[in-house]
């Protein structure tokens, strides 16, 4: 089982819309949690790290479920440019402490 | 300010041909690292540094070589390329050793275009 699963998509949305994305975990031990951006033919930057009480910035939204070892983006009111992929990163904890894990990445469009 | 840089963005090679690419950060971040990126595969680290003549071992270190002479500097080596080696590899570096504490903010590079034929 790889250490984080993510939901290639794509996802297909039109302006203004909400879409969300869910990553999952499978080391329970985990010690934090952030969303990269990365677009077409870009390197990854990062977004927004993810807290246990949840955080927003904007338009986005970030969850972390520890029960059930995912995490969550909420992007509200879409806009042409939040086109890109998303990459779940997930930093290990136990024997992984500090090692860095990143998921496949969801590809977003949003189209006008 | 330059940030991570890595040289070159492309190349072709014939596979059996080595090649060095090569990254330099003006950040002064301890912590280092060399991934690839591969379709429907995610970022995958090869090899990684948390400081000055000090490498590790990643995911997929086989067929690759590195080494960190100047703190400044990391450099990835094929020695003998294969098709297989065919990916974009990223350089990134952080301040501090992800997990302890920090950001967990990987800073990349934009990356080196790699064909073995």
């Known amino acids: 089982r790889k250490e984080v699963e993510q939901d290639p998509g794509p996802f297909n949305v039109p302006e203004g819309a909400t879409v969300a994305f869910n990553c999952t975990y499978s080391?329970?031990?985990?010690?934090?949690f952030f969303w990269y951006r990365q677009d077409c033919r870009k390197e990854p930057k990062l977004l927004m790290s993810v807290y246990s009480s949840g955080n927003e910035d904007g338009r986005f939204t970030a969850q972390l479920n520890r029960a059930s070892q995912y995490i969550s983006l909420l992007i509200r009111d879409s806009k042409l440019s939040d086109s890109a992929t998303y990459l779940c990163?997930?930093?290990?904890?136990?024997?992984?402490?500090?090692?860095?894990?990143f998921g496949r990445g969801t590809q977003l469009t949003v189209w006008p | 300010n330059a940030g991570v840089t890595q040289t070159p963005k492309f190349r072709v090679l014939k596979t059996g041909q080595s090649m060095t690419l090569l990254c330099a950060q003006d950040m002064n971040h301890e912590y280092m690292y060399w991934y690839r990126q591969d379709p429907g595969m995610g970022l995958r680290l090869i090899h990684y540094s948390v400081g000055e003549g000090t490498t590790a071992k990643g995911e997929v270190p086989d067929g690759y070589n590195v080494s960190r002479l100047k703190k400044q500097n990391f450099l990835l080596g094929l020695e003998s390329a294969a098709p297989s080696q065919t990916s974009v590899y990223f350089c990134?570096?952080?301040?501090?050793?992800?997990?302890?504490?920090?950001?967990?903010?990987?800073?990349f590079g934009e990356g080196s275009r790699l064909t073995v034929l």
């Open positions: 990134a570096s952080s301040y501090s050793r992800t997990g302890l504490g920090n950001t967990g903010e990987l800073f």
């Open positions: 990163v997930v930093i290990g904890g136990g024997s992984t402490l500090g090692r860095l894990y």
């Open positions: 080391n329970s031990a985990s010690q934090s």
